[in-house]
């Protein structure tokens, strides 16, 4: 069975960080059977990780031309790994593949994170009197947990992160096989070519996207996100809603454009989107040289990381999508249910973001095969780097504290390219108040009953949501003129507002 990725790719680490990945000369089943165990607990929801058989690895890195490994001995290998992963309690097993590179081959155990974890495994597999104990990962080792490391693995038992999780609800049928094909034939992945004459069901076991017996075999949520034309159908919120307001958010113009499909493809196609019909570029001559700057509006790659996030982090059992404004000084990046716990706002006011634990593992390893998200905590110090570089101010990040209700990445528009005088701005700010002031009255009174979000926005008028909640439903919220009527769910699906 071939792993999803292309073996130059795996041994380049460009794709997988050092985290998931081990290079070893050869088979030594002691040491790789403690990794296999670490993998499939996955401790901080990193995603797959690799053991690649057949390579020698200097400070972390593959050293070329590869080892290789004697294919002569790879059913032998099969049959003692099939034998020592029996002994992994509750049992767990790894997918092997022959790579062939350097003119050689190479043996990789791909390990995807199990879905019964935590998982015990012999400290020496070998050994007659074996002892058991869980292993995590720790940078680039699998070690023992202490015992806080520990008691937090076995909390772990059953909460999968939801993009692992199965669907029981939908048929695995309703995958598609060109996205799935796709997607292998970018990746070059030596699959590609061995998928020709499977079935969708076949495929998807293969690319770990559904689980159950022959019988019972449904999709894992990541399958119907990533390869099905139309994921709305079974997740609301999958979609990306840009809004463009060319007088800002005062104003009552606004276009806006709905993306949907696979959800890469929705990343692809607004990204495309952007870099042709919003980033503008403009020449600065000087009157004493010669030389001119070229500068940039936006720089494409703060926006690419800040998007690819946005997607990588979603909360996709909400129904609301990921919004995209562009306002005349500003693009907004807007998720909802916001960010992780372990992170603060203070921790993006200083610019070091670093997730406890990912909302979303198999959408990170997918959209980091594709190129279209870097490697773990590298997308806020991106975006820094892209904004400094092209002299622009620093991002501002609003996580919602202590609400956390939505995530806002805002990139500022170059100060080159701002158009509006600070009067006309005032001006355009003073008009805003007198709205909200005026619409503030008149939607306390139709609040006097338990109104829905739908209802007080569809009273207001406003078609935009986001606009709605950002700059009219939540300020109110806040100052105590609406109260919740469900206080301790505050995203409950069922919330009510009123006032008293």
């Known amino acids: 069975m071939s792993i999803l990725i292309n073996i130059e790719s795996l041994l380049s680490g460009s794709v997988v960080e050092g985290t998931r990945m081990e290079f070893k000369e050869g088979w030594n089943p002691t ?30 890195k593959a050293i070329r031309p590869v080892k290789g490994f004697d294919s002569n001995k790879f059913e032998k290998v099969q049959k003692e790994l099939i034998s020592y992963c029996n002994l992994i309690q509750p ?20 390990s995807p994170a199990g879905t019964n974890r935590p998982y015990k495994v012999p400290d020496d597999v070998l050994a007659k009197k074996k002892i058991y104990n869980y292993r995590i990962r720790q940078f680039s080792s699998s070690i023992v947990p202490n015992r806080e490391q520990e008691l937090e693995l076995i909390q772990l038992t059953a909460k999968i992160p939801f993009d692992d999780r199965v669907n029981s609800q939908v048929s695995v049928k309703e995958l598609s096989i060109p996205l799935m094909r796709e997607h292998l034939f970018f990746t070059k992945s030596k699959l590609h070519k061995e998928s020709t004459n499977l079935s ?45 307001f060319p007088n800002g958010l005062a104003g009552k113009e606004f276009n806006e454009k ?63 999508p990921i919004e995209i404004r562009i306002l005349p000084s500003a693009i907004e990046i807007i998720s909802y249910n916001g960010i992780d716990p372990s992170l603060s706002q203070q921790d993006f006011d200083k610019g070091i973001v670093r997730a406890r634990r990912y909302r979303n593992r198999r959408i990170g390893e997918f959209l980091k095969e594709l190129g279209l998200t870097e490697g ?34 805002e990139i500022p528009i170059h100060s080159e390219f701002l158009k509006q005088t600070s009067a006309q701005a005032s001006a ?20 006097k009953h338990a109104r829905t979000r739908q209802e007080i926005q569809d009273y207001v008028g406003t078609k935009h949501r986001g606009y709605f909640i950002k700059t009219i439903l939540n300020p109110m919220i806040e100052k105590g003129l609406l109260l919740l009527l469900y206080p301790d769910k505050p995203n409950s699906p069922k919330q009510k507002y009123y006032c008293k």
């Open 31 to 60: 040491p790789i059977m403690r990794s296999v165990g670490a993998f499939a607990n996955d401790f901080e929801n990193e995603g797959s990780g690799y053991i690649v058989i057949g390579v020698e690895e200097k400070n972390g």
């Open 258 to 320: 709905i993306f949907t499909g696979s959800i890469q493809q929705q990343l692809i196609d607004v990204l495309a989107y952007i870099r042709a019909t919003v980033i503008k570029n403009k020449v600065i001559k000087y009157s004493d040289k010669a030389k001119s700057d070229t500068i940039i509006n936006y720089p494409f790659s703060a926006i690419e990381e800040a998007l690819s996030n946005a997607v990588y982090h979603k909360n996709y059992e909400l129904q609301e």
């Open 428 to 447: 355009q700010a003073s008009v805003q108040d007198n709205k909200n002031n005026i619409s503030n009255i008149d939607i306390l009174e139709f609040c």
């Open 376 to 409: 773990r905590g590298t997308g806020i110090p991106t975006i820094k780097k892209a904004l400094i570089d092209n002299g622009s101010d620093n991002a501002i990040y609003d996580t919602d504290e202590p609400h956390r209700r939505h995530f806002i990445t």
């Open 200 to 244: 969708v069901t076949e495929l998807a076991e293969k690319m770990n996207l559904s689980q159950g017996a022959d019988e019972h075999l449904f999709p894992k949520n990541v399958g119907l996100l990533m390869f099905t034309k139309k994921p709305q159908k079974y997740f609301k919120g999958a979609q990306i809603d840009l809004v463009e």
């Open 91 to 110: 049992s767990y097993a790894p997918r092997l593949s022959l790579e062939d590179i350097d003119d050689k081959q190479v043996l990789v155990i791909w």
